[in-house]
Each structure stands twice: as structure tokens, then as C-alpha cells.
């Protein structure tokens, strides 16, 4: 663990922070000035649209220009766009919100590596540590994000405006950061356009299961995570209460990061991921118990750390797919399949939670964990069948 490691878990926390403010305020925000209430998340919709869009731009950027000038124009962008939500916030222009969160969506694209060039600063035999130490750094995101959102509701006339601004001041930050920061040279590429053709990588069953599984999890994470602040609303709950359910919900997501390397390495990467599946499971049940904050509360914690050891477990899964050479295109295609899912529950989760409730919603998260499930148990049969593999 060195310098630059603790240097991109910050970063990584910062990263956070913009990402749970959005999902605080956003939904509240679109509600406000949607057209039609089912339109509230759409917003949230746009953050992962525009990461979906831009993942193709930012491997060739990375491969280009390499991680570090490619991270800083994510934060170039997390700035600018920042501001432009602000001003569509004063102008109460809905679809003008709508297009500034999806040119948001680039720093997202770019900032959802950050735990793949965590790999590339540690050795060979600490990667998981190293990926699992940098997606702790979300601990702060947990603290500042839901806190951010609560102090600077008010700050401005227009509710909300300032947390905006203030998420542009964050972003600025995170570059001053990264300019103390130094990654690895990128592999060289090989005679034959950098290694094996996306397609035979995609084909593999490690990836595959590395792709549905982080997909589908961060997927579910997602729709629930995104319609909570609205559902809370809807049951009479204040913003505040809001606030604290998505603090916990997110030290969820990110406390695990300074153990669950540490689980990996000691009983391997399919059977952290399964745990992670169950307590995603505890939460749909503990959700469908009530609407009474303990239970908000419960659920959104256990949702985090089972995302947790999801998508660590993924990551780390993901890394055994491809060859050095190959990282660019494989890590773009992982995270492509991150945020297709993402934009489309960002959408079902606003229409559901506004047409068909809280409960429905839960029930409907059952579908794509029961899919996760099949996938784990699919590829433990066949490296039960291929050891080598």
C-alpha cells in the first residue's frame, strides 16, 4: 500500500460524495420541476445514460492519454456540468437538469476505473487489497455526500442550488489531488491491435459472470437506492431522515472496503460474492416488512454491504478475463454492462416507485438477484469441471 493508493481511495471517496449527493437531491429536484411525477428519477436516469455514452470516449482516452490526464478531464467535466445543474436548478428548466447530468455521466465513466487502477498500484498478490482499500475511500462519500445535501438544501433561494455549487468546489479538489498523484506506464500493446478481439474476451464464462453480476447488483443497488428518498417522502418521513438512511446506507457499501480483500483472498472470490447475494436478499425482505424508518434504515445498510462484496468480488473476478493489453477494451465492455443496467433501473425505479409503490418495487428487485444467483452457481460449476480455469 503506497501514497498513490491513498491518494486515489480520497479520490474514489470524493467520487462518492458527488454520487450520493445526486441521488439525494436529483430524484427531489426532478420531482419538483418534471412534467409528470413518473419522470421524477429521470435525472438519476441521465447520470448512468451519459456514463453508458461515454464509456467507448473514455477507453480510448485512457489508452491515449493514459490514467491520469483522462481522469482529470473527468473532473473537468464534473465541474462544468456541476454548474450547469446549479443554473438549471435557477432556471427550473426540467430538461435542461436532464442534460446536465448526462454530461455528468463522463466523470462517472472515467471515475468508475478508479478501482481498476488500484490493481495497477500494487502487486500482483495485494490487487484485491488494493481494489478493496480504494473502494473504502467511499467512506467518505457515506459521510460528506448525505450531509452535504442536508447543509446546503437552503444555502441558496432555489433549494438544492448550492449543493450543487458545492459539488463543483469537490470536483476541484479531487484535481488538485490527482496532479500529486503517479500511475504506472500503460503495457505495451501487442503486433495484433492490442491483444485478443473484444468478442472473444466477452465470450469467456469468468467474464460473462463478472459482468451479469456486477451489472444486476449495482443494477438493484441502484433502483432501490434511488427511489428511497422519494418513497421516504411519500411515507410522511422528512429530508433528514432521508439523509441519515442513505449515510448508512453508503458506510454500507464502502466500510467492508478495509476487510473484504482481506475475505477474498482467505475464502475465495465466488463464495464473498454469494454472501453479498444473500444480504441483498435480507434487504428486499426487511424492506417488504415496513415503512417505519428502522426498517428504511436496515435495508439500505444491508443493500450496501451486500453491493459491496458484489462488486468487489466482480472486480476482482473481471481481472483474471483479460491480459494487461487488453485492460482498456475489457474494463470499457465491464463497465458498459454497468451502466446500461443502471440507466434502465434508474428509469423503473422512479415510474415504480411513483405508479406502483414501495412494496412492488422490492418484488420486482427479486427477479434480477434470482438471475445473479444462476450466474454464481453456473460458473462454480464450471470451474468445478475445469480446475484449470
Known amino acids: 500500500m503506497n501514497r498513490n493508493l491513498w491518494l486515489l481511495a480520497v479520490c474514489q471517496g470524493l467520487f462518492l460524495t458527488n454520487n450520493v449527493t445526486f441521488i439525494a437531491i436529483n430524484g427531489l429536484v426532478g420531482l419538483n420541476l418534471a412534467p409528470l411525477g413518473w419522470m421524477a428519477t429521470l435525472p438519476v436516469m441521465g447520470y448512468v445514460v451519459g456514463g453508458a455514452l461515454s464509456t467507448g470516449i473514455v477507453a480510448r482516452t485512457q489508452s491515449r492519454f493514459g490514467r491520469k490526464t483522462s481522469f482529470q478531464l473527468g473532473l473537468l467535466v464534473a465541474v462544468l456540468s456541476a454548474l450547469l445543474c446549479c443554473y438549471a436548478a435557477y432556471s427550473r428548466n426540467f430538461w435542461l437538469l436532464v442534460t446536465a447530468t448526462v454530461?455528468?455521466?463522463?466523470?462517472?465513466?472515467?471515475?468508475?476505473?478508479?478501482?481498476?487502477?488500484?490493481?495497477?498500484?500494487?502487486?500482483?498478490?495485494?490487487?484485491?487489497?488494493?481494489?478493496?482499500?480504494?473502494?473504502?475511500?467511499?467512506?467518505?462519500?457515506?459521510?460528506?455526500?448525505?450531509?452535504?445535501?442536508?447543509?446546503?438544501?437552503?444555502l441558496t433561494a432555489v433549494p438544492f442550488a448550492g449543493a450543487y455549487l458545492a459539488l463543483a468546489g469537490v470536483a476541484l479538489l479531487a484535481m488538485a489531488l490527482l496532479a500529486f498523484m503517479q500511475f504506472p506506464p500503460p503495457p505495451a500493446k501487442q503486433a495484433a491491435g492490442g491483444g485478443r478481439p473484444l468478442g472473444e474476451i466477452m465470450r469467456q464464462p469468468v467474464f460473462i459472470v463478472a459482468a451479469t453480476a456486477s451489472a444486476l447488483g449495482f443494477g438493484v443497488m441502484n433502483l432501490l437506492m434511488a427511489a428511497t428518498p422519494i418513497a421516504m417522502q411519500v411515507c410522511g418521513l422528512p429530508f433528514s431522515d432521508a439523509a441519515l438512511v442513505l449515510e448508512w446506507h453508503v458506510i454500507g457499501m464502502f466500510a467492508p472496503g478495509f476487510f473484504t480483500g482481506h475475505l477474498i483472498k482467505r475464502f475465495g472470490t465466488l463464495p464473498i460474492m454469494a454472501v453479498g447475494l444473500a444480504l441483498n436478499i435480507g434487504c428486499v425482505l426487511v424492506a417488504?416488512?415496513?415503512?417505519?424508518?428502522?426498517?428504511?434504515?436496515?435495508?439500505?445498510?444491508?443493500?450496501?454491504?451486500?453491493?459491496?462484496?458484489?462488486?468487489?468480488?466482480?472486480?476482482?473476478?473481471?481481472?483474471?478475463?483479460?491480459?494487461?493489453?487488453?485492460?482498456?477494451?475489457?474494463?470499457?465492455?465491464?463497465?458498459?454492462?454497468?451502466?446500461?443496467?443502471?440507466?434502465?433501473?434508474?428509469?423503473?425505479?422512479?415510474?415504480?416507485?411513483?405508479?406502483q409503490g414501495w412494496t412492488l418495487l422490492n418484488l420486482g428487485s427479486l427477479l434480477p438477484l434470482g438471475l445473479t444467483g444462476l450466474a454464481l452457481a453456473w460458473l462454480a460449476l464450471q470451474q468445478r469441471r475445469l480446475p484449470a480455469t
Open 103 to 154: 454530461i455528468a455521466g463522463y466523470y462517472n465513466a472515467n471515475a468508475q476505473l478508479y478501482r481498476f487502477a488500484a490493481a495497477e498500484l500494487a502487486l500482483p498478490a495485494f490487487r484485491e487489497k488494493a481494489i478493496s482499500l480504494v473502494m473504502a475511500g467511499g467512506l467518505i462519500g457515506a459521510i460528506a455526500g448525505p450531509n452535504l445535501a442536508a447543509g446546503t438544501r437552503t
Open 288 to 355: 417488504l416488512s415496513g415503512v417505519d424508518l428502522h426498517q428504511f434504515l436496515v435495508a439500505l445498510f444491508l443493500l450496501g454491504v451486500g453491493w459491496n462484496f458484489l462488486f468487489t468480488g466482480s472486480t476482482t473476478l473481471a481481472l483474471t478475463a483479460y491480459r494487461p493489453e487488453e485492460k482498456d477494451k475489457a474494463q470499457g465492455a465491464l463497465n458498459f454492462c454497468v451502466f446500461a443496467v443502471l440507466a434502465l433501473s434508474s428509469l423503473a425505479s422512479g415510474v415504480l416507485v411513483t405508479t
